[in-house]
């Protein structure tokens, strides 16, 4: 499995941001997305994901109401939508996918050692 994040870059405080996370070479049928996002010196912190099967969203409650998870089937790609950023947004962000044989009931319930592929990351950076 390959993932390609963009979307990343400066925003000022206030501002919306939409990342990507383009998808390729699953094979076992289903999968799960997941956010995530860190800050040098500090452990990654996860922040949404979304099943294949169903559709199904998890978000972290310190991101709940400002960031938007959501996929494109046909493009294979995923998105974060992160509005109304703040300072504290800064970091890189990015994305990461397990592919499984079997649906999946909550993604949420992932730990980030569960996750198998990762991307390269994309930057933001909030600031005026």
């Known amino acids: 499995v390959q993932l390609v994040e963009s979307g990343g870059g400066l925003v000022q405080p206030g501002g919306s941001l939409r990342l990507s996370c383009a998808a390729s070479?699953?094979?076992?049928?289903?999968?799960?997305i997941g956010w995530f996002r860190q800050v040098p010196g500090k452990e990654r912190e996860w922040l949404s994901c979304?099943?294949?099967?169903?559709?199904?969203?998890g978000y972290s409650d310190s991101v709940k109401g400002r960031f938007t998870i959501s996929r494109d089937d046909a493009k294979h790609t995923v998105y974060l939508r992160i509005d109304s950023l703040k300072p504290e947004d800064t970091a890189v962000y990015y994305c990461?996918?397990?592919?499984?044989?079997?649906?999946?009931?909550?993604?949420?319930?992932?730990?980030?050692?569960?996750?198998?592929?990762w991307g390269q990351g994309t930057q933001v950076t909030v600031s005026s």
């Open positions: 990461a996918a397990l592919e499984v044989y079997f649906a999946l009931a909550y993604c949420e319930a992932l730990s980030e050692s569960d996750y198998t592929s």
């Open positions: 070479g699953f094979t076992k049928g289903y999968y799960a």
């Open positions: 979304i099943n294949s099967n169903d559709g199904r969203t």
